[in-house]
Structure formats: C-alpha cells, structure tokens
C-alpha cells in the first residue's frame, strides 16, 4: 500500500507511477461526467456536447473509479488497483501543498 504521507519520501519512479494512476482516475471522473451530459442532450433530441472519448484504459478505470465510491475505505480491497487509488484519489482533493511532489504538476495539467 503506498502511503502519501510524506510525498517526498517516495522515489521518482513511484512519483511518476502514482501521477499517472491519478491522471488516469481524474479522466475517468470527467469522462463519466460528460456521458452524463450527453445522455441529457440524447434524452432532449440535442446532438452529444462531448466528443466519444477514445483513451484504451477509459473503460477500466471508469470502472474502478465507480467501484471506488462504494467500496469501504478502510479494509484491504481485493479488486486490482483499489486500495492504491483510493488512497491517491483521497491524498490529491485533501492535499493543499502547493510543492507537493505528486500533485502540483497534475494541477497545472488538469487546469
Ligand atoms: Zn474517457
Ligand atoms: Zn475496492
Ligand atoms: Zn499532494
């Protein structure tokens, strides 16, 4: 279990690791989003606002990040990448470091 307590005790690699398993979750918070905009303007027989979105890992990680909002926080999850992005997901909407390791170059990529 990776623990983001003290970003700067990690190492580059698990840095890099960590920011591309939360790239990916925020995309899949946005993109299940826009389908939800979508499926609005279907239902008012408008054309779609959004484009279909094309990344190959969208499916996956759309699922786990819905996974996610039921699964309980505190035990062990069997399911593959859980427990990890949990923890990311929590750490990157408390974390309030504006030098931290893992989250300040996602924010300016994401805004
Ligand atoms: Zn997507
Ligand atoms: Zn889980
Ligand atoms: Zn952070």
Partial sequence: MISLANP????P???????????FILH???????DKQNAVCAQAGQPPRHPPCDLPNCQ????????MRQCPL????AVPYCDTSKAIYKHWRQCRNTECLVCTRIRCFVQ
């Fill in 13 to 23: 690699k698990t840095i890099k690791d960590i920011q591309q398993q939360l790239v």
């Fill in 74 to 77: 505190r035990q062990p999850c």
């Fill in 28 to 34: 899949a918070v946005a993109c299940i989003s826009k």
């Fill in 60 to 67: 996956a990680f759309r699922q786990l990040t819905i996974h």
């Fill in 8 to 11: 700067h005790e990690l190492s």
